[in-house]
């Protein structure tokens, strides 16, 4: 029996998946990321576990031949990026997320405007980050829509830290009149997680830390027993002080 012969798409579209259980400011960021990548499309909700067996059909369907799935995992926000039909595909943990609305920067964009991609010099010389500059320049690639017009007046910036910290940073800036930048958001950092050689399956090309949902549910309470420590701490100097200025009166 003959393979069954996938589309060929025209330019390049991206199908943004959620799953169930995103949290407000995920879907808000889920939101951003839409406006910025005029090229993609939403998809309805879907359960994680059935990635694998709907993501072919979806992409399909869709005629797109790219996806960002947006998952949650004790809160923590996962991002999966993927080439279809072939991969590979890409785990990111979502770190640091400053949406539009947070940021509340000046400025605009046109969405039929270009833009240019930039990478820092770790992109070209480390080969995990050659692969990832090959799969965010698919993602992020605006310029291959099909209704852009011939003018770039944004620029999408990727930066590294250090070896051991295995994160991508991204800000987004406007080209403002011709000579000047300015930051619009959103901005935000992912952490690598894993690259797999195909569509979700596959030889590991590379396997980091994975996210533990105990570990992030026990730092989730350390940190709200700090803020209550620090909430009745500071009572508790409120008080100090108006005891004092009680006595000095």
Not at 83 to 100: A, D, E, K, W
Not at 129 to 144: A, P
Not at 180 to 185: N, V
């Amino acid at each position: 029996m003959a393979e069954k012969q996938h589309k060929v798409f025209y330019r390049n579209h991206i199908l943004i998946v959620p799953t169930r259980n995103l949290e407000l400011q995920h879907r808000h960021f889920m939101l951003d990321i839409m406006n910025i990548l005029p090229h993609s499309k939403k998809t309805n909700k879907i359960k994680y576990e059935q990635l694998r067996s709907v993501i072919p059909s979806l992409c399909e369907n869709h005629r797109c031949n790219t996806f960002i799935v947006f998952h949650t995992i004790a809160n923590q926000l996962i991002l999966v990026f993927g080439s279809y039909p072939s991969g590979p595909t890409v785990q990111f943990s979502l770190l640091n997320v400053s949406t539009i609305r947070d940021l509340q920067l000046a400025g605009n964009f046109s969405k039929k405007g270009r833009v240019l991609l930039q990478f820092d010099q770790r992109f070209n010389t480390i080969v995990k980050y050659k692969l990832l500059k090959e799969i965010l320049t698919l993602l992020f690639n605006v310029s291959q829509a099909r209704f852009t017009e011939n003018f770039i007046d944004r620029i999408f910036s990727f930066t590294t830290e250090g070896e051991a910290q295995n994160r991508i940073w991204f800000r987004q800036f406007e080209i403002y009149q011709q000579k000047e930048l300015r930051e619009i958001g959103p901005r935000f950092a992912l952490e690598l997680i894993s690259i797999d050689e195909g569509l979700s399956s596959g030889n590991i090309l590379y396997q980091g830390t994975q996210v533990d949902a105990s570990q992030i549910k026990f730092k989730q309470k350390i940190r709200k027993s700090e803020k209550k420590f620090e909430k009745i701490l500071n009572e508790i100097n409120l008080k100090e002080e108006e005891i004092d200025v009680e006595e000095n009166d």
